[in-house]
């Protein structure tokens, strides 16, 4: 099982940047790949991106452009480094790990994620 902690949330105004963090630990962490989700009120949680164990990133159509992912093994973090933000954009926004070592397949549903944070808060106004 892996604890994972956000943070880095908070309010942005449109066309803002804001950088999350999530600090994981209690697997080894450049084993299994990353992933972060949101989830706005009234709506599903939806996919935001991801990163492989082996450091290739995925997004979402919505925020591909806008949003990057990276991974720090040595710090056991990942990050979401989001720029250009809309009020579109406002969401509670979770980390996740991989629940599998070594995925071939990128993981992009929340089935394949074993392990959540609690969750950062980013609200961007308009």
């Known amino acids: 099982q892996v604890q994972l902690v956000e943070s880095g949330g908070g309010l942005v105004q449109a066309g803002g940047s804001l950088r999350l963090s999530c600090a994981a630990s209690g697997r080894t962490f450049s084993t299994y790949a990353m992933g972060w989700f949101r989830q706005a009120p009234g709506k599903e949680r939806e996919f935001v991106g991801a990163?492989?164990?082996?450091?290739?990133?995925f997004y979402a159509d919505s925020v591909k452009g806008r949003f990057i992912i990276s991974r720090d093994n040595g710090k056991n973090t990942v990050y979401l480094q989001m720029s250009s933000l809309k009020p579109e954009d406002t969401a509670l926004y979770y980390c996740?790990?991989?629940?599998?070592?070594?995925?071939?397949?990128?993981?992009?549903?929340?089935?394949?994620?074993?392990?959540w944070g609690q969750g950062t808060q980013v609200t961007v106004s308009s």
């Open positions: 990163v492989s164990w082996r450091g290739a990133t």
């Open positions: 996740a790990a991989d629940q599998t070592s070594f995925r071939v397949v990128p993981p992009r549903v929340t089935s394949d994620f074993g392990s």
